[in-house]
């Protein structure tokens, strides 16, 4: 028997070395793309929320100021048929209105029900004391 050799196109073949560290690199990208993935999932859930606490805010003020209590000061309670959702308001400060009419500036926020420690929304309104009107 004869050795025969083709003497077609030779081709260099890859190293094991070479495909160990072209599967690494692939596995480094795959990791990732999943990881940026989970994170844009996250934030697209942050940003529903955050909608929901704005849409809940409108319906809150549209409710206080069209009703002869108005905004509350102080208080807490929950987002009208939203029950995920917690609202509070509390004084942060004072101020007069054009230098004649005092005001109290009353910051209202939005949370989450179970998570009380950072809100969705916040804002601050400026309302004026009703003590002082003529």
Known sequence: ???????G??????TLI????????????LVSILMAFGRHQRQLGLVDQQEQAIAAAEGLMHDWYSSKPGLPVSGRGLCGDRNQL???????????IAGKV????IELSIY???QNNKPLFSMELVQ???SDRK
């Open 112 to 114: 989450l029900a179970n």
């Open 18 to 29: 070479e495909v160990a560290a072209s599967l690494m690199l692939m596995s480094i990208l």
């Open 102 to 105: 005092p005001a109290t500036v």
């Open 1 to 7: 028997m004869s050795n025969v050799y083709f003497k």
């Open 86 to 96: 917690v609202w509070t308001t509390r004084p942060v400060g004072a101020v007069n």
């Open 128 to 130: 004026a004391d009703e």
């Open 9 to 14: 196109c030779r081709r260099r073949a890859l």
